[in-house]
């Protein structure tokens, strides 16, 4: 496969590596004013207190503007995921089939997040609605927002292998970065199965598939933007200092 | 080329073949789309008892006794593919590869790969989501649960497009390519599977007979089919991985570089 050693190759790299930080700014925003998270509404909660909740007056802007502002920035997430795909088309392998790998997770996953960022807003939108509608989109909502965890495993998952394979004297990414990013997979794996149940660690509100899924994303998201940055920095001035 | 060490255990000639072996991304695709397709099975046959599929003309009362029914199967079914559906991008980067190894402009290999990848939402993750879903409360109003498994089987059968184009982008591709990847006749396979995809759109508009979701056309002949052509191109991108010598031209008939005698575990 071609590497990519020219520097116009790299040019805008560096841009967009400075929009992460307010990428991330966002989601953590969102986090935090979006009023179903603190605490995580149960599952257990009834139709008209699913309801109750949408139409709580304090809470109506503060769900709608949280989740507009995701649905704007949230699938940014791909312009990180994008540049890690750069990251391992620089590695050592003998097959693009590992950076295919990650340009599918990379698709696929963040659509996910954007779906149930829909199903929050139509739960939100007509709140006077019979209140089993409402808890429809609300239980649509939280399941694609909690159960897919595919892709995000994948992208843990895919990256360390890549990690392991790029078998060079001056590898791409230390090979802690690989074992971080199978961690952060153990972690998130649980909330594949938050369905099974309402109560208790697994549900959507537990500690396995809410509090330890989530710390882990937030977690994987500043610690890629950091190792990325320090290569993306990196290469962009040895490109200038050869040149 | 290093042989694994015959007196060495499985776990011996594995950590050999990660160390050694040149084609060890080849066979990791590979083999991740062979744990993947069982699992599906196990999955959606055996466990969430999605295919074969229900009845598409039941009474809501009926498909909520069915939810109540399949719950267990329903919640950890899906919880195993929310699992390891990532494993899904490795069948198509193995696919996506098998046309960057052909004469043909790279085209082919990202739009299928683009394709592939639209297609995991509404192809199945959506369904799944749904059932999951109809299965979380057994007390929903009927008419509720019973829309949700329309929305889930329609979906599910009824996603349609990405897979008639993405089959087509993988025949052309063949077709045209010279580097002989594949043999010709597996180009024309795909027209088969490509035509189930036109063959189910029936399931649109008829609730009961052949063409209903559970139909034995738009269900069996067409599951059928998919069958055949999944086991055949697996077994395709194993000789294509066991002939390529991880260049470019014409892919060699014989096995290239060795790797593939201490491979069989």
């Known amino acids: 496969m071609e590497r990519h050693t020219d520097m116009r190759s790299l040019d805008g790299e560096r841009a967009l590596f400075w929009s992460l930080p307010a990428l991330i700014l966002s989601w953590v925003l969102v986090f935090l004013f979006f009023p179903g998270f603190f605490p995580p509404l149960p599952p257990t909660m009834s139709a008209d207190e699913v309801a109750a909740f949408y139409r709580d007056p304090a809470n109506q802007p503060l769900i709608r503007y949280s989740l507009i ?7 940014g997430v791909i312009v990180l995921l994008t540049l890690l795909v750069m990251q391992i088309r620089r590695m050592a392998h003998r097959t693009p089939i590992l950076a295919y790998c990650y340009l599918g997770c990379a698709t696929a996953g963040p659509v996910l997040f954007f779906v149930a960022d829909l199903f929050w807003l139509l739960a939100a939108f007509r709140p006077e609605r019979d209140p089993q509608l409402t808890l429809l989109f609300h239980d649509l909502a939280w399941i694609t927002f909690t159960s897919p965890v595919c892709f995000l495993i994948g992208q843990c998952v895919f990256l360390a292998l890549a ?3 790029d078998r060079q004297p001056q590898p791409v990414f230390p090979r802690w970065v690989a074992h971080f990013n199978l961690a952060v997979a153990v972690a998130i794996a649980p909330a594949a199965f938050s369905v099974t149940t309402l109560e208790g660690p697994l549900a ?7 509090w330890l899924r989530n710390a ?15 290569n993306v920095l990196r290469e962009r001035s040895a490109m200038e200092a050869a040149a | 080329m290093s042989r694994a060490p015959r007196d060495g255990g499985l776990a011996a000639r594995l950590r050999e073949q990660w160390r050694q072996n040149p084609k060890l991304e080849l066979w ?3 083999w991740t789309m062979v744990v993947f397709y069982q699992i599906f099975g196990i999955v959606f046959v055996l466990m969430t008892r999605v295919m074969p599929p229900p009845k598409p003309w039941w009474e809501p009362e009926r498909v909520a006794q069915w939810f109540a029914d399949t719950h267990d199967g329903l919640v950890w079914g899906f919880g195993i593919i929310f699992l390891i559906s990532f494993m899904a991008p490795a069948c198509n980067a193995l696919i ?33 989501l749904l059932l999951c879903a109809g299965a979380l409360r057994p007390d929903r109003d009927p008419q509720i649960i019973s829309w949700l498994y329309d929305a889930a089987f329609m979906t599910f059968v009824g996603t349609m497009g990405l897979f ?17 990847v594949f043999p010709l006749w597996f180009g024309y396979l795909n027209i088969c599977n490509l035509l189930t995809e036109v063959v189910v759109a029936p399931a649109w508009i008829f609730k009961a007979g052949p063409f209903a979701w559970n139909g034995v056309i738009t269900f069996w002949i067409d599951t059928l089919v998919f069958a055949v052509y999944t ?16 260049r470019e031209g014409p892919l060699p008939e014989t096995p290239q570089l060795a790797t593939t005698a201490s491979l069989r575990f």
Do not use: C, H, Q
Not at chain 1, 69 to 75: A, E, L, Q, R, S
């Open chain 2, 164 to 180: 008639l184009v993405g089959t087509a982008v993988w025949m052309v591709a063949i077709l045209l390519d010279k580097n002989r």
């Open chain 1, 69 to 75: 502002v995701f649905n704007w920035f949230g699938i």
């Open chain 1, 163 to 165: 990690i392991f394979l």
């Open chain 2, 231 to 246: 086991a055949v191109f697996i077994a395709l991108l194993r000789r294509m991985t066991v002939r390529d010598d991880l």
């Open chain 1, 204 to 210: 959507w509100d537990g500690a396995l598939s809410f």
């Open chain 2, 28 to 30: 990791l695709a590979w």
């Open chain 1, 216 to 230: 882990a994303i937030g977690l994987w998201l500043v610690v890629m933007t950091l190792v990325l940055g320090r």
């Open chain 2, 96 to 128: 996506g590869y098998s046309m960057r190894r052909m004469s043909v402009s790279p085209v082919f290999a990202y739009s299928y790969i683009a394709i592939y990848s639209v297609s995991a939402f509404p192809g199945m993750l959506l369904a799944a």
